[in-house]
């Protein structure tokens, strides 16, 4: 069974910066894709960013590019998600998920999920 642990949230000021990681364990764990997704209250869990596992190859929603960087330590089975220029609109509880299958921000892909860490950004 796979099991994702996220860190990293918390309380920042617009314009600060947050650095979340989802750490991947499990028997015989491997995985061919990783992404991060957040969600606001009853709304959709929208797609934030995905990164394919040792090839590098990233996908990045609109409203994060040039802001949020993605990246993975294979070593350590830890993704990280570097947050910068942080904007209210950025609030949510973020949660990192994994696939076998290749590089996607369809959320339907992704069979495991984290518990989510929060991240509030304040005005």
């Known amino acids: 069974q796979v099991q994702l642990v996220e860190s990293g949230g918390g309380l920042v000021q617009a314009g600060g910066s947050l650095r979340l990681s989802c750490a991947a364990s499990g028997r015989s764990f491997s995985s061919r894709a990783m992404g991060w997704f957040r969600q606001t209250g009853g709304k959709e869990r929208e797609f934030v960013a995905a990164?394919?596992?040792?090839?590098?190859?990233?996908l990045y929603a609109d409203s994060v590019k040039g802001r949020f960087t993605i990246s993975e330590d294979n070593a350590k089975n830890t993704m990280y998600l570097q947050m910068n220029s942080l904007k209210p609109e950025d609030t949510a509880v973020y949660y990192c998920?994994?696939?076998?299958?290749?590089?996607?921000?369809?959320?339907?892909?992704?069979?495991?999920w984290g518990q989510g860490t929060q991240v509030t950004v304040s005005s």
């Open positions: 998920a994994v696939t076998v299958e290749p590089l996607s921000q369809q959320q339907s892909r992704y069979n495991y």
């Open positions: 990164i394919s596992w040792s090839r590098g190859s990233t």
